[in-house]
Every structure is written in structure tokens, then in C-alpha cells.
Nanobody, 132 residues
Framework: QVQPVESGGGLVEPGGSLRLSCKASGFTLANVNIGWFRQAPGKEREAVACLSRRDDATFYVNSVKGRFAISRDNAEDTVYLQMNNLEPEDTGVYYC?????????????????????????WGQGTRVTVSS
């Protein structure tokens, strides 16, 4: 499948920070909408943050607002998720997913969380563990 690849996860103490990276595989990330999703053991997957390709509009789930930031570096063709003030509840496998345009970036984010990626595969993801 043509999909991005995630990296940057690891073990962090509560209050710490991580920066996840999402790199293109067979396409240019600057030309697509992109989002970060996560799934904790025993819990449903959820949308974390999404970024529009057209106007850089963003969506964040309420639990990460003010702590996480999604951004794009066109020169490196890389999308990042900066995660600050991490909490144990942030633990999970994080996935980077791309998709076509939707009426709003929020709609895209929530639709992918509900229906899954258009490619049919979530990929490998990168694991984030927040623990003392």
C-alpha cells in the first residue's frame, strides 16, 4: 500500500515531550490532507490531530488541545506531531494517515477514525508509552 511511515515514539515520563514524524511513501505529503490517530490497548482508536493541505486548518481532539501541535515541513516532505506535557492517557500506538479533501478538516479527521483509512491499512504506527 502507498502510505506514510511513522517514527519517533518511545518511553517518556509524564510531563515529558516527544516529536513524532510522518514521511511520505510514494507521494508528496504537501499535496494531501494528513492526520494523526492513536489507539490505546483495550480502547477504540481516536483522531488526535489533522492538517488541511489547502489552508493549513487544523483539528485537535479536546484532550490534546494546548499540548499537541501538528505541522508540516515541505522541504523535508515530513509532517510532525509535537507532543508536550504528556500524560499516561496519551499512551498508545500513533498512526499517520492521508486522505482526500472533505468539507472540513474536522470531518476528515472524524471520518477516518470511524471508517478507517481509505487505503484499508493503518500501517505499522509508532508506539508512545507515558509512564514513570
Amino acid at each position: 500500500q502507498v502510505q506514510p511511515v511513522e517514527s519517533g515514539g518511545g518511553l517518556v515520563e509524564p510531563g515529558g515531550s516527544l516529536r513524532l514524524s510522518c514521511k511520505a511513501s510514494g507521494f508528496t505529503l504537501a499535496n494531501v490532507n494528513i492526520g494523526w490517530f492513536r489507539q490505546a490497548p483495550g480502547k477504540e482508536r481516536e483522531a488526535v490531530a489533522c492538517l488541511s493541505r489547502r489552508d493549513d486548518a487544523t483539528f485537535y481532539v479536546n484532550s490534546v488541545k494546548g499540548r499537541f501541535a501538528i505541522s508540516r515541513d515541505n522541504a523535508e516532505d515530513t509532517v510532525y506531531l509535537q507532543m508536550n506535557n504528556l500524560e499516561p492517557e496519551d499512551t498508545g500506538v500513533y498512526y499517520c494517515i492521508v486522505d482526500r479533501d472533505h468539507p472540513t478538516i474536522q470531518a476528515m479527521c472524524l471520518n477516518i477514525a470511524r471508517l478507517g483509512p481509505r487505503s484499508g491499512s493503518w500501517g505499522q504506527g509508532t508506539r508512545v508509552t507515558v509512564s514513570s
